[in-house]
C-alpha cells in the first residue's frame, strides 16, 4: 500500500553551500534531503520511502560547533510503500524452487509462495522449473501473480520486509498477459 507521509528531518549544510540570496541554500537543502532519503531506504512504521514529493517547511539553520555544518530541521512531504496483512498485491516471479516461488512487489524482494497455498498448482522440475496446473496456468520465472499477504516480518539488519503469500481466495493467481 503506498502511503502519504510528513516527515521532519535534520539536513546538514556545509557552510561553503551557503550564500546571500537563499536561492542555492534551498537547492543544497533539497539535494541533502534527496540523498539522506534515498539512503534511509526503509522503516517499519513507514515501509520503504519511494519519493519526496514536496519541501513543506524549512526552519531557522544552527551551526554545529563541531562540523562547522549548518542543521536546518525541515518538514517534507512524501510516498512510502509498505505491505500490510490480508492486502491484495501483484508480483512477479524471480526465483521458482520445489517448496514455492518467491516473488517482487515493488521495493519488497522477497515475498515467499509457498506450494502448500497454491493448492491446484504442482511443480514441475527441469531445466527451468514450473509450477502448472491441470489448466495448464503456469507459474515461473517472470510470472506477474496476484496474492494476498498471509504475513510479513521487518528485518532490521537489513533495512527490509519480508512477506509470505497465499493464492487461496477469489481472483488470486497468474495474471494473464493478454
Avoid at 46 to 59: A, F, H, P, W
Avoid at 92 to 109: D, I, S, T, W, Y
Wanted: proline fraction near 4%.
Amino acid at each position: 500500500m503506498f502511503l502519504k507521509v510528513e516527515l521532519p528531518w535534520n539536513v546538514m549544510i556545509p557552510a561553503e553551500n551557503m550564500d546571500a540570496k537563499g536561492l542555492m541554500l534551498k537547492r543544497a537543502i533539497l539535494v541533502q534531503l534527496l540523498e539522506a532519503f534515498a539512503l534511509k531506504k526503509a522503516t517499519v512504521e513507514l515501509g520503504y520511502y519511494l519519493t519526496v514529493t514536496t519541501l513543506d517547511k524549512i526552519g531557522e539553520g544552527k551551526i554545529r560547533e563541531q562540523t562547522g555544518e549548518i542543521m536546518f530541521p525541515v518538514v517534507f512531504s512524501g510516498v512510502t510503500f509498505k505491505i500490510f496483512k490480508g492486502e491484495i498485491l501483484q508480483g512477479v516471479v524471480h526465483k521458482v524452487l520445489k517448496h514455492g516461488v518467491f516473488l517482487r512487489c515493488g521495493p519488497v524482494e522477497n515475498v515467499y509462495l509457498s506450494s502448500a497455498k497454491m493448492l491446484d498448482y504442482k511443480f514441475v522440475p527441469g531445466e527451468n522449473p514450473i509450477f502448472m496446473n491441470e489448466k495448464m496456468s503456469r507459474i515461473q520465472v517472470e510470472t506477474t501473480v496476484r496474492f494476498v499477504v498471509l504475513a510479513t516480518k521487518w528485518m532490521e539488519v537489513d533495512k527490509e520486509f519480508q512477506a509470505l503469500a497465499s493464492l487461496q481466495g477469489d481472483y488470486l493467481g497468474p495474471i494473464s498477459e493478454e
